[in-house]
């Protein structure tokens, strides 16, 4: 088409001229997230084999395309993810997220000296934002005297509260809104930005566990007993922890909907997350619901003593996780009662509580199968991959859960005591697997029926 006109309209069409008239190559680079034009030779026509120009469309001599428009794709193999990580802006993010933790901790050490006195002043600041994160504190002490030398006694408390851990994700997704979000174009960025945060998060909480330890004297008279203490966070626990804390904030909060609707993957992923979180929200509410109007659980699992001194919604917080782990067909051990389908009628629990655990497996049936019917509305097709896929996610996000939610306080011969509240890690992830595929495929299946 000829432009007809002055000089000044020839120049004013070339500036808002698409195309080449020399070669008919694109001038604008249109982004097109779902979509790519593709060469289908780098130099060559593949029809005639003349050399072309690198930007051409269209072959010169045969007028063959050049290019292909094809479905965009990503390489999500594991070199190619960690060959490309941005260490720097890791770094800032998971230490950013550590500092803010760490002003946390110094409130958090503020509020337990009204409570705890001077004994808090045994406890860093370190160590608080360890807990926080889930570490388990290991206890070894020694007792000395003339009559009585090198008697060594271990604590173990691995206490993993739920409650707590709001406080990292709180961080972690402030941290990232500053120093990442803007750099979170596609998915391959996103999984790149969720394992660099996840494992540089784990190390350094790590290098804190390692240089935290403390120790401590308590000695008496010619006569009286000494002590000495060594305690400390494991290592190893806040490693697994803070690589599990660092990728899966980044990665729920940084799926964007363009994402969902582009990777199959990543929409069941946050699916599977939305699912879980309703399912133990809603047993949250309930159990308060039952605490306000009598119901005796809390009591009748045999920790009211351990519990005492702790708020109800935390107690309830962390309880809520195991009765969901249970409405999941999983084994769960809550202080003197071990909790499963085959055993509930034959625990010292009362009925009205048993009914009420009996009610919780309906729940989390019926949410399965609600998810079903969504997986169905989205991906019409291939029931069986898209349930496998939600299964999976399914399984890995429970066993995550048991990971973050035990609690073992091992007192040894010297306390006397042992507190166990924990779900088999093994077993939840065999058993919500399949639990969660046969309900979820039902509820795919049932949605096809007119």
């Known amino acids: 088409m000829q432009v007809r006109g002055s000089d000044d309209t020839l120049q004013f069409a070339d500036k808002f001229r698409n195309y080449s008239k020399e070669d008919g190559h694109a001038y604008k680079k249109m982004n097109n997230k779902k979509f790519v034009l593709r060469r289908k030779s780098k130099l060559y026509c593949p029809n005639c084999k003349t050399k072309n120009n690198l930007n ?23 070199s190619n993810i960690l060959s490309n990580i941005s260490l720097k802006d890791s770094f800032k993010v998971a230490g950013f997220a550590t500092l803010i933790l760490f002003a946390i901790s110094i409130v958090l050490k503020l509020i337990l000296r009204v409570s705890l006195g001077n004994y808090v ?16 504190l290991n206890i070894l002490t020694n ?5 009585n ?16 851990l709001v406080l990292p994700v709180i961080c972690m997704v402030a941290s990232y809104n500053i120093f990442m979000k803007q750099k979170n174009t596609d998915e391959l960025t996103l999984a790149r930005q969720a394992i660099g945060v996840g494992v540089i998060y784990g190390i350094i909480l790590t290098v804190l566990a390692l240089v935290s330890r403390n120790s401590l004297s308590i000695g008496g008279g010619y006569l009286s007993s000494g002590y ?25 909060i940084g799926t964007k909907k363009e994402y969902i609707q582009n990777n199959m993957y990543l929409g069941i992923f946050k699916q599977v997350v939305n699912t879980v979180f309703l399912g133990y929200f809603i047993v949250f509410v309930l159990l308060v619901l039952g605490y306000f109007i009598g119901l005796s659980y809390v009591y009748e699992f045999g920790i009211s003593g351990s519990i005492s001194n702790i708020n109800i919604f935390v107690v309830i917080s962390q309880l809520a996780a195991y009765i969901w782990g249970f409405a999941n067909l999983n084994p769960v051990t809550i202080g003197n009662q071990n909790l499963f389908l085959t055993n509930i009628f034959s625990t010292s629990l009362s009925i009205d509580f048993k009914l009420c655990l009996i009610a919780f497996i309906a729940l989390s049936a019926l949410i399965l199968l609600i998810s079903g019917i969504k997986l169905n509305n989205k991906y019409k097709t291939h029931a069986k991959k ?7 996610f399914y399984a890995i996000l429970m066993g995550v859960l048991a990971v973050f939610t ?34 979820t495929f039902i509820g795919f299946k049932l949605n096809n029926w007119d």
Not at 149 to 156: D, E, L, Q, R, S
């Open 56 to 78: 051409s469309i269209y072959c010169k001599e045969c007028g063959t395309l050049l290019e292909d428009i094809s479905k965009r794709t990503y390489d999500f193999s594991i």
């Open 121 to 136: 002043s045994y406890i860093s600041t370190f160590d608080l934002l360890l807990l926080i994160n889930g570490g388990n």
């Open 143 to 147: 007792a000395n005297s003339m009559m």
């Open 149 to 164: 030398y090198g008697n060594y006694y271990n604590f173990a408390f691995q206490i993993c509260s739920l409650a707590l």
């Open 228 to 252: 000495s203490l060594v305690y400390g966070v494991s290592f190893l626990s806040v490693l697994v922890r803070g690589i599990l804390l660092g990728f899966l904030s980044i990665l729920y």
């Open 386 to 392: 898209t349930t496998l896929i939600f299964s999976g």
């Open 406 to 439: 035990c609690v073992n306080v091992n007192g040894g011969s010297l306390l006397g005591y042992n507190v166990q509240m924990n779900m088999s890690i093994i077993f939840t992830l065999i058993i919500s697997f399949i639990y969660s595929f046969i309900v």
